[in-house]
């Protein structure tokens, strides 16, 4: 490790860090707005396929409520049903068909997005193309989200609790009506049932899954509905099938909505809804509470009434629940607080922080019951803690955990629990787990490096032996019996996986992709062994780590394809696979994106390289030339690999801070891309305060220089030697490499 310049430092000691003060006074910063909730912006990421939200929702929360504008109208720009979509809103759209609950933010797949909610006024319309609505003045801030819907002249606004929705509809007057469709949502997934409780409650069942083209991961939602004002008229609706000949005639709702006003009982379909028709005054409001449940709708209503009072009539609970959940947020978002700097770059980190803190979402309820992993049955979580789900951790594995173990320990560690225990349910760690399902999205073993970084860290409070015993398993299993490394065979007795030996999804081979990522698992799973006092299986391990030589290509200084008998494929192109052009080789980028991934043995691929000069000028070209790619994960940390090499750190606070200006800005397409359940904000975070986890499972960062004069961290002094603060103060070069013990104690690289 290379030491970096120390400046204005307001303890002795410190890496900029201004050591730790024990006192725990709060420190008040001058934003100018109310909190640092008010430096959060929603719509970023909102556009460019970024698939972040606006909307309601508290942090990590099972329920999310967001405005669902991506069909029904050539008014919008895109349209969920004419080509590939995953996310229920767009800002560049402008046709609103409802509010969708239970959303995923920042993935590449479409999922759940259920249960849509949508006013109306006048006469009742159950098809969306007819009552749907252009819409203007949005406002959204965290844990509120509200619009003007211009052809019905209502004002529609949304807040949650951790597993409930609540939404307010004000009405201007006249005939007004809420209609629930059941039919729709961003799934690709059918079917649904529907039962009237009451005139004002209903709740019923939505099926869901089918993520990244596995058609057998499906899962059902439960609901729990209710209303705060006796509707004049209610009942169900449902699309019929179309018929033809003498059956057609006898049948009025041939091919169209038939809908059910003395019929008041359940119903089952895939096109299906409930209404609910009012006589309203100018300017009334009518509340709406949602419930939601994966285990039962018995389990939605008690956690409806645990989060929220029963609505009675003419009594609102709206304001209080839009309060509480900002103050949720208030709270998550200030344990980082920050001085100095531009209002963008605030707007731009608060934002990106908030968007860090969506996934994992908490998955119990609030009796504590979960639908086990891969099985029928339901489980129940530890009293205090919670159960998580939405682990897309080909993503969140190289930087959003890290962000986690740092600020939010208590959270990361319920995260371990989780996947230990989807380890105990199902046989395996989860790799890309919805919900209770794996999807086998992706590739890798990733829950690795996630929990040995946890480990090594000083959060313990798991069971690592039975997390040691996953990490052995799906490290040595053979291939025909390995559902983490289906390819592990000639991984293990060759050093790679040959080209034509497995293709886990569309994209086709990857056999590259898949192999480098076995040797970062491997790489994590050394430290964890060595740690524990494995010390064979360290080694092992470690070697099989140095393996991914065998791909390094000196022809064209990249790694290469090759197939089972070692020859190199031809013809080879280390360009092809920009902006997910299909390759072999490599998942979704090209082997430049590929080729410095190898953040365990940096020093190694640069000897491969043919030394020090080499590797930096070749990774400047990566840079200079537009072979890099701010989307796409494997070379996300590129930047720091400069500052492995004493006099190449200037570089990494350049290029950092060159990204930084041109990907990460206040407008809807602020995110370079998906934003991976959090993984690119994460990035911005770490980066804006000035050190990055470069290299998964390794307990160490890279620095950089921050964007602003002061970050101040609240730390757990549980996981922290009793210090409750960390501060790092601008000043100087921020340089070289330090470990997680040297960081938290303010102690010099």
């Known amino acids: 490790m290379t030491s970096m310049k120390l400046i204005n430092l307001i303890v002795a000691s410190g890496l900029m860090l201004a050591g730790l003060s024990t006192s725990g006074a709060e420190i008040t910063v001058q934003t ?8 959060v912006n929603t719509f970023i990421g909102t556009s460019n396929f970024g698939t972040t939200n606006p909307g309601a929702l508290c942090p990590n929360g099972m329920m999310s409520v967001t405005p669902f504008n991506v069909m029904g109208s050539k008014l919008n720009t895109w349209d969920k049903d004419s080509r590939w979509w995953s996310t229920p809103y767009s800002s560049d759209n402008c046709f609103f068909t409802g509010f969708s609950h239970v959303n995923l933010s920042g993935v590449g797949c479409p999922e759940v997005g259920l249960a849509l909610t949508m006013p109306t006024k006048g006469e009742l319309q159950v098809d969306y193309h007819r009552y749907g609505s252009e819409y203007t003045s949005e406002v959204s801030h965290p844990g509120y989200y509200g619009c003007h819907l211009v052809a019905h002249g209502i004002k529609a606004e949304v807040s949650a609790t951790t597993r409930t ?36 409650e209903i709740e019923g069942m939505r099926l869901a899954g089918t993520f990244c083209y596995n058609s057998q991961a499906v899962f059902p939602v439960y609901f729990a509905i209710r209303i705060n004002k006796k509707p004049s008229e209610n009942g169900f609706w449902k699309m019929q099938p179309k018929m033809a000949g003498v059956e057609a005639e006898w049948t009025p709702d041939d091919g169209t909505y038939k809908i059910y006003k003395k019929y008041g009982r359940e119903i089952a379909g895939n096109d299906i809804g409930y209404f609910f028709s009012f006589d309203t005054s100018e300017g009334e409001q009518v509340e709406l509470q949602m419930g939601v449940s994966f285990v039962s709708c018995a389990n939605a209503w008690e956690n409806l009434n645990a989060e929220q009072i029963k609505l009675e009539p003419g009594v609102s609970n709206f304001d209080s629940i839009c309060k509480a959940a900002s103050e949720a947020w208030e709270s998550e978002l200030s344990r980082i607080k920050v001085e100095g700097g531009t209002e963008r770059d605030k707007e731009v980190f608060y934002s990106a922080l908030y968007h860090a803190l969506i996934h994992p979402s908490i998955m119990n309820d609030v009796n504590g019951e979960y639908p086990l992993m891969e099985n029928d049955g339901v489980g129940r979580v530890q009293q205090g803690h919670n159960r998580y789900s939405v682990f897309s951790l080909w993503d969140t594995y190289r930087n959003l955990h890290q962000l986690m173990t740092l600020v939010y320990p208590e959270k990361q560690l319920d995260m371990v629990r989780s996947m230990v225990d989807i380890y105990k349910e199902w046989g395996w760690m989860p790799k890309w787990e919805l919900f209770g399902r794996e999807t086998f999205t992706m590739e890798g073993d990733p829950a690795i490096p996630v929990i040995t970084d946890t480990w090594l860290k000083g959060l313990r409070d798991f069971d690592i032996e039975a997390a040691y015993e996953a990490f052995i398993k799906s490290a040595t299993t053979p291939g025909a019996d390995n559902l983490m490394r289906p390819d592990i065979d000639p991984y293990i007795s060759s050093g790679y996986v040959p080209l034509g030996m497995y293709a886990a999804d569309a994209s086709g081979d990857n056999s590259v992709s898949h192999a480098l990522e076995y040797y970062i698992a491997d790489y994590a799973l050394s430290l964890l062994a060595e740690d524990l006092g494995h010390a064979e299986d360290a080694a092992r391990f470690r070697a099989q780590s140095l393996q991914y030589k065998h791909y390094y290509c000196p022809e064209y200084g990249t790694f290469r394809p090759r197939w089972k008998d070692g020859s190199f494929l031809e013809p080879f192109n280390p360009r092809q696979g920009e902006n997910f052009e299909p390759v072999p080789g490599f998942h979704e980028g090209s082997a430049w994106n590929y080729t410095f991934y190898v953040p365990h043995d940096v020093l190694g691929l640069a000897k491969l390289m043919g030394g020090r000069k080499a590797f930096v000028k070749k990774l400047q070209k990566v840079f200079d030339e537009g072979l890099y790619d701010p989307a796409n ?18 570089r990494t606070q350049k290029i950092v801070s060159q990204l930084l200006d041109k990907y990460y800005t206040t407008r809807p397409d602020g995110i370079p891309g998906n934003d991976d359940t959090g993984t690119m904000s994460a990035w911005a975070v770490f980066s804006m305060m000035g050190f990055y986890p470069d290299c998964p499972g390794s307990p160490t960062y890279t620095l950089t220089m921050p964007r602003f004069d002061r970050v101040e961290i609240t730390l757990n002094p549980k996981y922290c030697d009793g210090r409750d603060r960390l501060v790092i103060t601008k000043g100087g070069h921020m340089k070289g490499r330090i470990s997680h013990a040297k960081l938290i104690s303010g102690a010099r690289p």
């Not at 100018?32 to 430096?39: A, F, L, N, P, S």
Request: proline letters at 5%; a negative charge; zero cysteines.
């Open 32 to 39: 100018g707005k109310d909190g640092v909730t008010g430096y």
């Open 165 to 200: 929705s609540i939404e307010r509809y004000t009405f201007p007057g006249g005939r007004g009506n809420i209609i629930v469709n059941f039919g729709e949502g961003l799934t690709n997934e059918t079917g649904a049932w529907i039962r009237k409780i009451s005139d004002t």
């Open 633 to 650: 994960e494997p070379d996300i940390a590129y930047p720091y690999l400069f500052s492995y090499f004493k006099g190449e750190e200037w």
